[in-house]
């Protein structure tokens, strides 16, 4: 995951860094540190991007990676 899919990810959902620190529990702080990065997330644990992706998918987006980095909806 790059920083940029994060970001979007969040702007899908018009959720803001705390909204994802308290649906992933993780510190708002954490996720301030990871968006500023550039490129690949570089996260000390995975359960850190673990716990981002897992409050993503429960909200219905999936991140596509490849050639073509981003995100999208679930169809439903």
Known sequence: MISAQLRAARAMLNWSQTDLAGESGLSVETIKRLERMAGTLDA????????IIDAFAKAG???TN???PGVRLRPK
């Open 44 to 51: 000390t644990k995975v359960s850190t991007l673990t716990s």
């Open 61 to 63: 987006v999936e991140f």
């Open 66 to 68: 490849g050639g073509a």
